[in-house]
């Protein structure tokens, strides 16, 4: 549970834009997603390790098109 303070005079835009900054901090909405479904914990470091292995050839300059 997020808690915002505000004070009185504080604008609601204001308070607002704080909650959603807040939000999106504590990946709430992440977790929520990944959740969803199941992946297999060998298919999710297979998943890490081509996507490290991508990022590595576009850092290097090796990819094809």
């Given at each position: 549970m997020l808690i915002i303070d505000s004070?009185?005079?504080?604008?609601i835009d204001k308070a607002l834009k704080k909650y959603k900054k807040k939000?999106?901090?504590s990946k709430t909405l992440l977790q929520l997603?990944?959740?969803?479904?199941?992946?297999?914990p060998s298919v999710?470091?297979?998943?890490q390790v081509l996507k490290a292995i991508y990022r590595q050839q576009m850092a290097n300059g090796d990819f094809e098109s």
């Open positions: 004070k009185d005079c504080e604008n939000f999106e901090k997603r990944a959740r969803q479904s199941f992946m297999k999710e470091r297979r998943t």
